[in-house]
């Protein structure tokens, strides 16, 4: 008896935890693979070349000072001075010039060093985001259908989406920027309480204590209105996408004002939060302006302070400019680095958040593969709910036999598909077991289990991609022989044939230029190339007009033979053959038996056979009187509107 429960907790057990410390834990294994000495090399050098960066940053100011005092020297004593000197060719009238060439160098090397630095790191950073995506990828795969179920896909590949972006853009952010800009912020305060005194480097540190906290407060009022104009914009993108997808039903109520009326309201609301937006970034630039500029005044004051008490020359007044200059780029950024890094935080603790849940239904430590000698499925006592208020089953027990067709059928929510999804494990029986040949598919792995068994559902939803690709899916290392062979048995070889393309033709999304027949009979040739012993037919035929249903099921009963079948089945003309049919009715099977004798007994299968009968009766009528009415009145205006069948 399985004991596994029917809604167990598919969330981590620790809590999440947030922030850019945690966070970069998780992401340092993917930035320092172990076993990538290559990526770990380039991470030094990284580095490296960023201390280097910056120490040559820090210089430049200089060279800029030396070259004013050197200028100064040259011009100091009046222009027949440097006539002079130039007439000398002395060292010091080439000093100015050698000294420039020199600011320009360091520029130069800065701008390099920069670059290669970022192209070094480009590697390790993509790394880590190729194998970060890729496990998500996988563990999305791995997780139950509970889990997808209660997901929009479209959800979960954003998440997958901004997972990828926020690991880029964190490690951009964190590795190229935040870590730059906080080593050159301790440069130049170094330097300046170094060449100056403290003074200078209490006032800048003072000014980018109040530049910083301003920012946090500015941006952190910025980000609510920015949610604001995100939310706006995607209720107008929603409601633009729905009426567009809706075209014909707008213009069948004829409701085109109405729609414009709904989008225009959810664009009045994107348009003021927007111009929040754009009013709160000119009030952040402002204040980030007002506190840098009276930051760097008073440092240049205090600059000319110690040039006219003659503690500092005149390229000291240049250097103090150019070092704060040079500091205001990256810190103008702090307040986008700020907003970016918490956003990124956000998505990639997303992504970690799917990675750290735990699968609903495990392998069993030990778990053996499925070992399928005749393929005979057993059901025992079978209890199963989605939600514990709601059962579903109420201790099914039936037997498939080896090479036999079982058909369960029954009214809608009666738990008919419920018995394919616990068939393949997508989900655990609350209580009771399920056997393959003897063997509990629970303690079984459920690759064997599921590479065991063949299903064609209801609804068929091919991959955008061409046909012999989703024949192929059938068996990854078929031959083209047996891809063809596996069509021509499902009866489809020739329709691919009469195609231009043939097999390299593509379906389209999920299979859309092709009809419903078409899908099925791809979804019935991947199912015979895959060639299981057990077969599943999950209401194959029920969404097909009777004609293509009849082909299709010829196909089917051939697929069936040598195979143990379960039909899971609406229409009841399909199960006719069935060696047993199983009726289900809240959760119990109510009737079980042949066609003949479960139309003997005349309880709920002669029911269903009966109105089923009848409501076919009628749509034949339906379907002569239309070829009637069309043979009486030949010469009919053809513009004119269609007689009603029903008169």
């Known amino acids: 008896m399985s004991s596994s429960s029917a809604v167990p907790s598919a969330r981590p057990a620790a809590p999440k935890p947030s922030g850019l410390v945690p966070t970069l834990n998780k992401l340092w294994p993917y930035l320092w693979p172990h076993g990538r000495t290559d990526l770990q090399r380039r991470v030094f050098l990284a580095f490296g070349l960023l201390l280097i960066a910056k120490l040559v ?190 075209y014909e039903t707008v213009k069948y109520f004829g409701s085109e004002s109405r729609e414009a009326v709904r989008y225009d309201r959810s664009m009045e609301r994107y348009e003021k939060a927007s111009t929040q937006t754009y009013t709160s970034l000119a009030v952040l630039n402002s204040g980030q302006a007002v506190i840098f500029t009276i930051g760097m005044t008073l440092v240049m004051i205090l600059a000319v302070r110690d040039i006219q008490a003659g503690r500092a020359s005149i390229g000291s007044f240049v250097l103090v400019n150019a070092m704060l200059v040079q500091l205001y780029i990256p810190l103008n950024f702090m307040g986008m680095l700020y907003r970016e890094i918490k956003q990124a935080l956000i998505d990639i603790d997303d992504m970690f958040d799917i990675l750290e849940r735990n699968p609903e239904i495990q392998d069993r430590p030990g778990a053996t593969p499925l070992q399928v000698r005749d393929g005979a499925v057993r059901f025992e006592n079978v209890h199963f709910a989605y939600i514990p208020e709601r059962p579903i089953l109420k201790g099914i027990s039936f037997e498939v036999p080896a090479g036999h067709t079982v058909a369960i059928v029954g009214p809608s929510g009666a738990g008919k598909s419920t018995i394919s999804r616990l068939l393949f494990r997508f989900y655990e029986p609350t209580q009771g077991r399920i056997l393959i040949d003897g063997q509990d598919i629970a303690g079984v792995q459920q690759a064997s289990l599921r590479g065991a068994i063949g299903m064609v559902p209801q609804d068929t939803v091919l991959f955008n991609d061409t046909i012999g690709y989703n024949v192929h899916y059938g068996r990854a290392d078929a031959t083209p022989d047996e891809v063809q062979e596996a069509a021509r048995l499902a009866q489809i070889d020739r329709f691919i044939g009469q195609l231009p393309e043939g097999y390299e033709t593509p379906v389209g999304e999920r299979g859309l230029k092709l009809s419903g027949g078409e899908k099925q009979r791809v979804a019935i040739a991947r199912t015979i190339l895959k060639g299981p012993p057990i077969l599943v037919l999950d209401e194959a035929t029920s969404a097909l007009d009777s004609f293509t249903e009849k082909e299709i099921q010829n196909a089917l009963d051939r697929v069936s033979q040598g195979r143990t079948t379960l039909v899971i089945a609406h229409r009841l003309s399909t199960v006719i053959g069935a060696d047993e049919i199983i009726v289900l009715d809240k959760g119990l099977i109510a009737e079980r038996g042949t066609h003949g004798e479960l139309l003997a007994r005349g309880g709920i299968y002669a029911a269903m056979w009966n109105r089923q009968r009848e409501a076919d009766e009628a749509r034949e009528t339906l379907k002569r009187t239309a070829e009637e009415e069309g043979r009486l009145q030949p010469n009919r205006n053809p513009d004119a509107a269609p007689a009603s069948v029903m008169g």
């Open 57 to 246: 940053t820090i210089a430049m100011p200089f060279t800029f000072k030396w070259a004013t005092d050197a200028l100064v020297a040259v011009t100091g004593n009046g222009s027949g001075g440097a006539e002079e000197a130039a007439t000398a060719g002395s060292w010091l009238w080439r000093a100015p010039i050698l000294l420039t060439i020199l600011y320009g160098t360091t520029r130069i090397v800065m701008a390099l060093l920069t670059q290669v630095r970022d192209g070094l790191f480009a590697k390790v950073a993509m790394h880590a985001v190729r194998q970060l995506a890729l496990q998500t990828f996988e563990h999305m795969h791995r997780l139950s259908l509970r889990f997808h179920l209660e997901r929009k896909t479209g959800g979960l590949t954003r998440v997958l989406e901004r997972g990828r972006e926020g690991i880029e853009e964190l490690s951009r952010l964190v590795v190229l920027t935040l870590i730059p800009t906080v080593l050159e912020l301790v440069l130049v305060l170094g330097m300046l309480a170094y060449e100056f005194d403290w003074l200078y480097s209490a006032v800048v540190l003072a000014m980018i204590v109040i530049y910083l906290g301003y920012t946090y407060q500015a941006t952190q009022w910025r980000i609510s209105i920015r949610q604001k104009m995100n939310e706006s914009d995607t209720e107008a993108n929603t409601k633009a996408v729905d009426a567009l997808l809706n």
